[in-house]
């Protein structure tokens, strides 16, 4: 039986190799590589051009409910197809239990949400906000069981946060059943004590969200969430480290034999606190995200990070506020203090073209490097690989053809439901020409060719990052 299609010629990197091979696929799967394969229904010439593996976000936030007037701009119409135009085909966002909830209605809404919606295939993190007896004993590590393998504990945020009793509650179940946990690391108690403090000074403007939230703030709490997974002996990997203090509390931990792995994002490597402002302009808003942006020597430490193994993933951390028009100005219209503005900001499409121009064509990470950044280890950390993740034989057809050109970005050229990009303006030096998604072209580069619902629920599996240091799942229990 023919390939259905053959990618010929291309320069395949995956997270160990780039060599030179034709892409056999037949039923969204790639089932041959080689030189010289037999003729496909459809052939496309990569002619040497880069193909990796199609992106894996495993942090990015899609229609997560928020309170009321804030929603998300991006569904998961919207949010895959901006995924798929910039390469990502597997996208990884949050069933947020509502703390009074259950977890199991959290993730049945969720599913309700995404299902019939999406374009790309998806897995689901869960968020724990709430651990009852009723979530630990029975709800989490059913849901574990089921296809629910990772979940994200915050330590900040007051509608999210659990304290250190509750998140060792948590870890310990996610030990016995063999879970991934992410964690975000930032000091609740200082953040609400310098913000009642900028407060009362007047200092409410966008960028003032920057000063609530020091690093020492988040060094703190990275520190403490190594030393509560060290004493239940849990791997870990802590979100959306942003610089210099958290790296070296990660690189201490490493040191000393502890499991911590850990995520950045193109905010920490592209963005600083000046972009919430230099002076009370509220233009500022587009820009605040937890950990806020730090500065140009923290954006070195972090591509330092990047390039010699400390980090394990990069992800967008999409989280799609609109700054002008329906959804307001973060809510309803008005200039809010800081305090209010939702936290977070538009990334899912700009992920990889950002990190492919400026770390691969830049020379500070390797190809290599850049495909395990984005695409192997998020895979394997939320156990979705080798189905997804990487290009080898039984894999998904899930594929990138870079085209390398340069280009001034601008919002328009997005597929996202966000007013903007905190990127327009920056040369890029690359993007996708083609996407692929389980063999079909989803993204030539101009035209969007997906469908709603052609994205399948994954079930996410044990993580093997590491091996295993639990008993072996029987299911459900
Ligand atoms: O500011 C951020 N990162 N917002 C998104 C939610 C989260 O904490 O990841
Ligand atoms: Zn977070
Ligand atoms: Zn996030
Ligand atoms: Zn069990």
């Known amino acids: 039986r023919p390939f259905d299609l053959v990618l010929r010629h291309a320069r395949v990197a995956t997270a160990s190799d780039v060599f030179?091979?034709?892409?056999?696929?037949?039923?969204?799967?790639?089932?041959?590589?080689?030189?010289?394969?037999?003729?496909?229904?459809?052939?496309?010439?990569?002619a040497g051009r880069t193909v990796t593996p199609g992106g894996v976000d495993g942090h990015c936030h899609l229609d997560q409910p928020m309170a009321p007037p804030v929603r998300m701009a991006?569904?998961?119409?919207?949010?895959?197809?901006?995924?798929?135009?910039?390469?990502?085909?597997?996208?990884?966002?949050?069933?947020?239990?509502?703390?009074?909830?259950?977890?199991?209605?959290?993730?049945?809404?969720?599913?309700?949400?995404?299902?019939?919606?999406a374009h790309i295939d998806y897995a689901f993190h869960l968020i724990v906000s709430d651990p009852t007896p009723?979530?630990?004993?029975?709800?989490?590590?059913?849901?574990?069981?089921?296809?629910?393998?990772?979940?994200?504990?915050?330590?900040?945020?007051?509608?999210?946060?659990?304290?250190?009793?509750?998140?060792?509650?948590?870890?310990?179940?996610?030990?016995?059943?063999?879970?991934?946990?992410m964690i975000h690391a930032e000091n609740a108690d200082c953040i609400e004590w310098l913000t009642q403090r900028l407060e009362a000074a007047g200092r409410t403007a966008p960028r003032f969200h920057a000063h609530a939230r020091p690093m020492l703030v988040e060094r703190e709490a990275t520190h403490r969430a190594m030393a509560l997974a060290e004493l239940v002996d849990m791997p870990i990997l802590i979100v959306h480290v942003s610089g210099r203090e958290a790296v070296e509390q990660i690189r201490w931990g490493r040191?000393?034999?502890?499991?911590v792995h850990a995520e950045t994002c193109p905010q920490y490597l592209f963005l600083s606190a000046e972009d919430l402002g230099i002076d009370d302009s509220y233009q500022g808003a587009r820009c605040v995200c937890s950990p806020p942006p730090r500065d140009a020597s923290n954006q070195q430490v972090i591509w330092n990070a990047l390039a010699d193994g400390l980090f394990t993933v990069f992800s967008s951390d999409h989280a799609p506020f609109n700054v002008d028009g329906p959804n307001g100005k973060k809510p309803g219209g008005e200039e809010v203090p800081f305090r209010h503005i939702p936290n977070g900001i538009p990334g899912i499409e700009t992920r990889l073209p950002l990190l492919y121009s400026e770390g691969v064509l830049g020379g500070r990470i390797t190809l290599n490097r850049f495909v395990e950044l984005t695409s192997t280890n998020p895979a394997k950390a939320?156990?979705?690989?080798?189905?997804?993740?990487?290009?080898?034989?039984?894999?998904?057809?899930?594929?990138?053809?870079?085209?390398?050109?340069?280009?001034?970005?601008?919002?328009?050229?997005?597929?996202?439901a966000v007013d903007h990009t905190p990127y327009a303006g920056r040369t890029l030096r690359a993007w996708p020409g083609l996407t692929l998604s389980r063999g079909e072209v989803v993204w030539d580069g101009t035209t969007f060719h997906g469908r709603a619902g052609r994205g399948e629920f994954l079930r996410g599996g044990e993580p093997t990052l590491a091996p295993r240091r639990h008993s072996p799942r029987t299911g459900p229990d």
């Open 255 to 259: 040191a000393h034999g502890l499991q």
């Open 20 to 46: 030179d091979a034709d892409i056999g696929i037949r039923d969204g799967r790639i089932a041959m590589l080689g030189r010289g394969l037999p003729a496909g229904l459809r052939e496309i010439d990569a």
């Open 382 to 416: 939320y156990g979705l690989h080798p189905r997804k993740g990487t290009i080898a034989i039984g894999s998904d057809a899930d594929l990138v053809v870079w085209d390398e050109r340069t280009f001034t970005l601008d919002n328009t050229m997005l597929h996202h």
């Open 74 to 117: 991006d569904d998961f119409d919207t949010g895959t197809r901006s995924a798929a135009c910039g390469g990502t085909t597997t996208v990884i966002p949050f069933a947020a239990q509502v703390k009074g909830g259950s977890l199991q209605s959290a993730v049945d809404d969720y599913h309700r949400r995404a299902e019939g919606r």
């Open 134 to 181: 009723t979530v630990l004993q029975q709800e989490l590590p059913a849901l574990i069981a089921a296809g629910y393998s990772s979940f994200k504990l915050y330590m900040t945020y007051d509608d999210l946060k659990l304290d250190d009793g509750q998140i060792l509650d948590v870890l310990a179940v996610g030990r016995q059943h063999g879970a991934m946990a």
